[in-house]
């Protein structure tokens, strides 16, 4: 039986007859709530369920009447690329008496309701869990007050919890990511890169101040995104002094030429002493002692506002999913769960655990227990910490290591978003290692060439935020001119190669890899870090560029889908790019609300052309009057765009007309989200880490190379779900590395 026919199987013997389930938003907004709701719903409904809104949050539970509505397929509609949440939220200080949570309860009873699903943050879920423990008594109450039947009792003996979190600031121990914090990074990083050409015109020094009362994790991970100069966060408070140590930093970056400096505060930052650090503070404090013209922008609820991102759109579909099926396979005695991220995987764990955790973290910032704190809030904040304090603060070349190794950089393949980052903090680390650093420009066909040159540390800066690719790329592979690469690896004496790229870049490590039976050249640790919007890449669950492409993709779909909403009775077909491979058009139609995507490794046929065709001619029927069907560009050689379109306007005459679009690059063009800034910043010093250690082990007798019994080439890939690849440090010396991670590990 294959994948799909296994998961076909598991959904049909899903059985949700019988059951009421409630979902409601509470506490902050926060961007993607809605697909969450939307994915509750339709999934709900695809199980056989009963599935009812509750509007306004815990006081719409509360007073009851028309705030708890039966939902319908229709009534999510078009709610995926609307931020905030339709269903509302709003604090409730009834629900925390015991007589507000028993009028609640009566609400719910009414309506033969046992399942909720609670979106909001942890005060939202801790409530949630209290009203489950106290449910029996409350059913207990309502009998003897005569407002229930006592047959009620046993038939509504439990109440099942599943929560879900929604919260712009990452603040939430027990998952990798909560819906909303990514497109609040996206409002950020907006506001950074359009501060940034004001600032270089006049010379300026920004101070942005971003949300985070009492967690880092906005100010931390955008101050990554955009190589901010210096950020202050509440769990790592900076040390004594640190006022001398900015403006020192501030000065250098000037002398070397730099035109503008960020800082990026978090509004709760702090220092040693539990002072607050205000961005007013800090804009005084540059003025008086250095004299630039600085500037205060306070983002406020702007960072809560806008459409939500592609990321956060999948991953609260996919919580949503989740959290239906753990309802479904709950018992009695089954613990409240929170439908978490960890890695790549969507997965259940303790409420309470995680809530535990969460007020620890607080404990121990108060207690000044900084470095516990860091620690708590989870790997991915620990790495996002450890690599921007790598990246952002330079040594001077008397503390740096002396290597005397020689690292070439270099892209390769079809341009994605992303690949400035990643080269330069491979750029940055390497440096920090001690290496002598090269740029290959052009790819290998640059190499050749000997188009190589020793890049810096200033060379690299503000490449963070650019799109394309600053060294060049091509997709020319080096097997034709192995000899001649060879040459320059020689005259540049290069110890190690980092390859930055798509499908080509892999097929031309493997190619380099094969040749050393022949050049000694090639014996060096040889590493490839995936970059392509396509996602093609063996062995990586996320290539860097991908999270772009997919944003691109939403955001047209999103202004197509309000056109054909306009005029009424209209079907889109949209060509996607990413060859062989259907990632795009799969996980952007699941951002985008597709009505149906077609790609190469899920076979198709004309019967299920004329299904579509069928669902969409009866969808007219309803209120929802358009259609949008995404299709891979190579998905079927005879089934093209063209084909589709023509078929979907003559079958669908006198009910709807069509339009066809093809994205093409504007896929790979524009600046790279947060999310590809990030993780090709990680992935890539983590990469070049690996080299450094590769290096170390393989120097022999003066210079870089395995023994002869390992010359034969092995490729290495995976990873698990949460962590870089075991197999990354295999017990060979030297080996071509393909290497990976799963994406939230890397942080976004």
Known sequence: MSQSDSKKRFFENLSGAGKAIAVLT??????????????????????GAKVYFIHEGYQGMVDGGDNIREATWESVSSMLQVGGTVIGSARCKDFRCHEG???????????????????GGDGSLTGANLFREEWSGLLTELVEQGLIEADAVQKYSALHIVGMVGSIDNDFCGTDMTIGTDSALHRIIEVVDAIMTTAQSHQRTFVLEVMGRHCGYLALVSALACGADWV???????????????????????????????????????DRHGKPITSSFVKDLVVKNLGFDTRVTILGHVQRGGTPSAFDRILASRMGVEAILALLETTANTPACVVSLC??????????????????????????????????????FENNLRTYKLLAHRKPESELPVSNFNVAVLNVGAPAAGMNAAVRSAVRVGISEGHKMFAVSDGFEGFYKGQIKEIKWGDVGGWTGQGGSLLGTKRTLPAKHVDKIAEQMRKHNINA?????????????????????????????????????????????LSIGADTALNAITTTCDRIKQSASGTKRRVFIIETMGGYCGYLATVGGLAAGADAAYIYEEPFDIRDLQANVEHLTEKMKTSIQRGLVLRNENSNVNYTTDFIYQLYTEEGRGVFDCRKNVLGHMQQGGAPSPFDRNFGTKISAKAMQWLSQKLLETYRKGKVGCLPTLRTPAVCWGCTPGLWSSSLLCSSKMRLILFTGSPKSSGG
Not at 30 to 42: D, E, H, T
Not at 101 to 119: E, S
Not at 241 to 259: D, F, I, N, V
Not at 371 to 376: D, M, S
């Open 101 to 119: 949570r028993l009028k609640a309860a009566h609400n719910l009873v009414q309506r033969g309701i046992t399942n909720l699903c609670v979106i």
């Open 497 to 541: 190669l980092l390859v930055i790229g798509g499908f080509e870049a892999f097929l031309s490590l493997l190619e380099l890899s094969a040749a050393r039976g022949n050049y000694d050249e090639f014996c060096v640790p040889m590493v490839m870090v995936p970059a392509t919007v396509s996602n093609n890449v063996p062995g990586s669950d």
């Open 343 to 380: 890695g790549n995987q969507s997965v259940r764990v303790p409420l309470m655990e995680c809530v535990q955790t969460t007020q620890e973290v607080q404990k121990a910032m108060d207690q000044k227990r900084f470095e516990e704190a860091v620690k708590l809030r989870g790997r991915s």
């Open 232 to 270: 202050l966060i509440p769990e790592m408070p900076p040390e004594d002094g640190w006022e001398e140590k900015m403006c020192e930093k501030l000065s250098a970056t000037r002398s070397r030429g730099t035109r503008l400096n960020i800082i990026i505060v978090a509004e709760g930052a702090i």
């Open 26 to 47: 509470s506490g902050g907004d926060a961007q993607g709530m809605n697909a969450a709701v939307r994915a509750v719903v339709r999934m709900g409904l695809y199980v």
